[in-house]
Structures are given as structure tokens and as C-alpha cells.
């Protein structure tokens, strides 16, 4: 599914909040006649308040069978207009949206420019001062590989492991649009951290923080070496990735 | 100047609602320290609720001198993000953003799908059925000319005179992005016009009216001829026009 996550207070439910979990559930248990035991719906990732999505994934047990095109049809006729279901698969019992992923691509646009632009407010992350793409191009290679991340998680994370794997990062500048975009595809991220990241990088093409820094900040391992946190406007989760074929199908496309 | 529209009820002030001019009005008179004597300011067009504009035009006197540059900036900082000021010109006492003017352009996005695309809910006019470009592209040059528009105005036009001069009328399909995007560019345009133009074009492409209608809908003279309104998210005021020559070389560009 995609949402544009402006509107809603990230995906996971909370009590009195807006947000994409809440209407997707409604939308499911309203197609499925408001059984006596609510459908659950999980996730494959949760989004913070403000992150889109243009392919999150999530799964639930419907109590009778409904066709995937019928379910395509009938939840998007059901979901608010910044939501969208774009494929439906029926898939066995024992898949599990968040368990069985083995990969998640993320997209971060930075528009770099003294004011805010109108359209792009919602849509990406505004950073006031110019960055320099070459010396964020030199620094990703830094990223790629088997790290412990504990610099680049935000202190709510849950996580006890903070190793994950980044498969490949990396960055290109649209100049007409003064925008930089990044593309990060890994095993998995920790909480916030490719907006940490993306902080991270645009401070090194600032020429505020060293092109070889990473390595430190990696070995450090303290969150307060890397402070800063990209906004969640310009985060998009792109894709989730549930076969080793397909996850490399992409790394070589990349 | 240019604003998205989607949370603005237009551009014209209105008693105990967000306009664009009154966000306006209110930056250039903190800019200008609250005169006595407040600023007013002149806008080139009124836009309507959900409308948007990259080249709104705005005059107005300041009671004492600031230069363009520090007049964006001033306005930059003070103005709400979802609007902009992009240029600045000092121009002769005798301006009038609105009464000078020689030409306007309008930009409009139509989505065509099923269900309403998140990302693009705000900034396109959402079609249900599948127009075909040919039929439409055939109908435009009879929209090109002087014509009485009176098929083609709102009924809450203030206007006596329906008769406006269009100098181009194009339309182009991104199949990928499932658009169908139309440009204009006249004299100026009646209340709603290039959305009842748009809504007209696109009952053309549907098939839901002759392709060699709009003779006859123009000679008519009725606006129940016409009935629908493109939606007021798919358009977009491209540009104002105050010479001639500009005005020219842009279509000549085109």
C-alpha cells in the first residue's frame, strides 16, 4: 500500500491519533462485515508521523475468502484519499508481513533552498544550506556492510540487536530542483535511522563534518556523536522485499 | 509569488477564513511595521479554494523604500510555507497588477484512474474513466480565438462582458503517470472558465460528447450546456503577462 503520511500520526495505532494502521483496520473489518472477533492487520514496518510509503506492506486473515482483486477494490473504496492499496496477493498462512522480510528499500528527498517551496513542504526535508553532492557520494561507501548502528538509532528504538546490514546507499543530486535524493536498501533499519543518516550525510556535503567520518561515528557508537535527525517529510518507504530474488534482481538493477 | 492552495479558501480575503491575500497582507504590513495606514495589496487574479498558482502576481505601495531583494527576503521569512515569494521588482507608481495585465496562462492536471492516487490528491483534478488524448487534442483549436464564453462561466461571475480571446490551447497524456496535463493562455479567463473547459475537454476524450461539440456549445450561450467543473486541485495559475513581447515569445515557445 502507499499513504502520503502528512495527515496521520505515523502507522502504528494509538489511542486518540490518526493513524494508518487505525484506517486500514477500519477499512478491513468494515470489507469483512464487522466480525465478532476484529481482523488484525500487521505491518511490515512501522512509519513515523509525516513518513510516506509507497510500499508498505501488511497482512491479515480474512474469516471468509474474498478474491484479491475483491479485496483491492473493496478496501480502496473503503480507505481515506491519502491511502492506497496497490496490489493485493493471497499468500499461505504462514507469511507474516513484518517476520518474513528479507529486505526494505527507503527514498529521502532533501530540498536544499533558504525558504521552504510550497509543493515540496509536505514532500520532502528542508535544509537551509547548500550540501555538496560529491562528498556525500564519497562518504556512502562508509555505510554499505555489516555495522553496529548504535550512533544512528533514536533513543525510543526497542531494539536490543542494533547490527543490520545496508546492502547499498546511495545519492544523486536533481540540481534544477535543488534537491538531493537518497536510496538506502538493507537488511533492516533501526528506529530513525536513515533520517539520522540522511542528517549525517547532509552535514558532511555541508563541509561541517569530515567525508571520512563515518568509520568513527560507527565505532563510537553513541547516538550523540550524530545528533541531528532528517525531517520525517521527506522519508519514503519504498519497498519491502520478502524474496532473496527479488531483493537481488534489484541490487543489480541499482 | 507562488502558494499551494490546498488549505487556503482562495486567494480573495473572506471574514473568518485562511485567503492567500489576507496571509499576504498581513506579511507586507509586519514587513512595512504596521503602518497607520495599512497596505493594501492588489492581486492579478482571484484563484479559488484549492487552486494553485506558480505565478501569481501581487502589487502594492510601501510607505517607504526597501529594496526588491530585501522585500523577498522580508516576505520570505515572514510569510506561512505554503506560499512563497519568488521574485521581487520595484515597478512605476502607476502599476496595477491586475488592470495591466495582457495575458494570463493556466496549467491543469487531470488523474485518471479509478481511485484517487495519495500523492496526487491535492494537486490534480481526479477522473474516473479513461479519456483519450486524440479526441481532445482534435477538439482544441476550436476553443482558440475570441469567443463569448458565456457556456463557459460560473454562475457567481461578476463579469457583463463574456467575450475572451484564447491564444493557445494544448494537451498532453503522461501514460505513465496516468495525467492528461492542458495549458492555456489568453486575455484573460471568466470565473471557472478553465475548469468548465477542462470538464467539457474531458467528456470529449470520454466519448461522452462529439469531438466537434464545442461550436455549438460555444454558440448556445448557456452555461447549462456545459454543467461540469473540473476540480478546483488540478489547476494551477502558471503566469501573468504585463508585455507584450513576453507574452509572444512564450507563444512562439510553445
Redesign the interface.
Known amino acids: 500500500m502507499?499513504?502520503?503520511g502528512t495527515n496521520f500520526a505515523g502507522f502504528q495505532r494509538q489511542p486518540g491519533q490518526r493513524t494508518v494502521e487505525q484506517v486500514f483496520s477500519k477499512a478491513v473489518n468494515k470489507m469483512a462485515k464487522d466480525p465478532a472477533e476484529p481482523v488484525v492487520v500487521f505491518g511490515a514496518g512501522r512509519t513515523d508521523a509525516g513518513v510516506?510509503a509507497f510500499g508498505q506492506t501488511v497482512h491479515f486473515d480474512l474469516p471468509y475468502e474474498i478474491n484479491a482483486e475483491g479485496v483491492r477494490?473493496g478496501l480502496?473504496s473503503l480507505l481515506p484519499?491519502?491511502?492506497?492499496v496497490k496490489t493485493v496477493a493471497i499468500v499461505p498462512q504462514s507469511f507474516h508481513a513484518r517476520y518474513d522480510t528479507v529486505g526494505k528499500r527507503y527514498w529521502y528527498r532533501a530540498y536544499q533552498n533558504?525558504?521552504?517551496?510550497?509543493?515540496k513542504?509536505n514532500?520532502t526535508g528542508h535544509f537551509k544550506f547548500h550540501a555538496d553532492i560529491e562528498r556525500i557520494q564519497q562518504a556512502l561507501p562508509d555505510l554499505v556492510g555489516k555495522h553496529d548502528f548504535t550512533t544512528f538509532v533514536a533513543s525510543g528504538s526497542q531494539a536490543h540487536d542494533h547490527v543490520r546490514e545496508i546492502f547499498s546507499a546511495e545519492a544523486w543530486a536533481l540540481p534544477n530542483e535543488d534537491e538531493i535524493q537518497f536510496e538506502f536498501c538493507g537488511s533492516g533499519f533501526l528506529y530513525n535511522q536513515v533520517r539520522i543518516m540522511v542528517a549525517v550525510l547532509m552535514e558532511i556535503g555541508q563541509g561541517r563534518r569530515a567525508v571520512d567520518c563515518i568509520p568513527q561515528l560507527l565505532a563510537a557508537k553513541n547516538r550523540e556523536q550524530a545528533r541531528g535527525t532528517a525531517p520525517a517529510s521527506g522519508l519514503y518507504m519504498k519497498k519491502v522485499y520478502y524474496e532473496q530474488s527479488e531483493l537481488q534482481a534489484d541490487l543489480n538493477n541499482h
Open positions: 502507499a499513504y502520503d510516506h477494490r480502496n484519499v491519502d491511502t492506497i533558504e525558504f521552504v517551496d510550497p509543493f513542504r514532500y
